[in-house]
T-cell receptor, first 112, second 111 residues
Framework: GNSVTQMEGPVTLSEEAFLTINCTYT??????LFWYVQYPGEGLQLLLK?????DKGSNKGFEATYRKETTSFHLEKGSVQVSDSAVYFC???????????FGQGTRLTINP | NAGVMQNPRHLVRRRGQEARLRCSPV?????VYWYRQLPEEGLKFMVY????????ESGMPKERFSAEFPKEGPSILRIQQVVRGDSAAYFC?????????FGQGTRLTVV
């Protein structure tokens, strides 16, 4: 079945550091890939997505590229801010309106 | 996404009571999903519904849990005879297609 594996956390960085959170997946067919962010006490917010190979999703300075050859969708940001502190989830879904399969989440803390 | 409304935000139940969690999807969205999140864990799929139909309930426990999405009104996740292990955050999501929008969740505490 489909599965998502994320880089284990927690991850602690200083402000303005470069961020990478690794995500790899196993899936049949051609899934859509997502990154969600969860702030303390809140629900999940869609951060970015990519629906086909080589697509790059981007939002708020975050980027991730759908790499079919390495089955990866790593999240990157060039210069993190304290306000980026949250839990980040990588997820996939099959074609059409299907359920999301989530990774275990990576807790990110940015220190000033 | 503020468009998906869940209530209540917090729910406390004693063991053996029933819990009812409500979800109103974004207007126009016909697909509703329920997920459960245990502390410090990711979200686990429970059930996928369209109006008046359960499409996929492969993540639902076999007993005590049920879900519905009637023609009119919100989707309801119902947990009968709650136990301490049911304590978790329950999230609803809606979508017209890939890329669900999530509500803020209901945090259920069983005491």
């Amino acid at each position: 079945g489909n599965s998502v594996t994320q880089m284990e956390g927690p991850v602690t960085l200083s402000e303005e550091a470069f961020l990478t959170i690794n995500c790899t997946y196993t899936a049949t067919g051609y899934p859509s890939l997502f990154w969600y962010v969860q702030y303390p006490g809140e629900g999940l917010q869609l951060l970015l997505k990519a629906t086909k190979a080589d697509d790059k999703g981007s939002n708020k300075g975050f980027e991730a590229t759908y790499r079919k050859e390495t089955t990866s969708f790593h999240l990157e940001k060039g210069s993190v801010q304290v306000s980026d502190s949250a839990v980040y989830f990588c997820a996939l879904s099959g074609r059409g309106a299907q359920k999301l399969v989530f990774g275990q989440g990576t807790r990110l803390t940015i220190n000033p | 996404n503020a468009g998906v409304m869940q209530n209540p935000r917090h729910l406390v139940r004693r063991r053996g009571q029933e819990a009812r969690l409500r979800c109103s999807p974004v207007k126009g969205h016909s697909h509703v999903y329920w997920y459960r999140q245990l502390p410090e864990e990711g979200l686990k799929f429970m059930v996928y519904l369209q109006k008046e139909n359960i499409i996929d309930e492969s993540g639902m426990p076999k007993e005590r849990f049920s879900a519905e999405f009637p023609k009119e009104g919100p989707s309801i996740l119902r947990i009968q005879q709650v136990v301490r292990g049911d304590s978790a955050a329950y999230f609803c999501a809606s979508s017209p297609e890939n890329g669900a929008f999530f509500g803020q969740g209901t945090r259920l505490t069983v005491v």
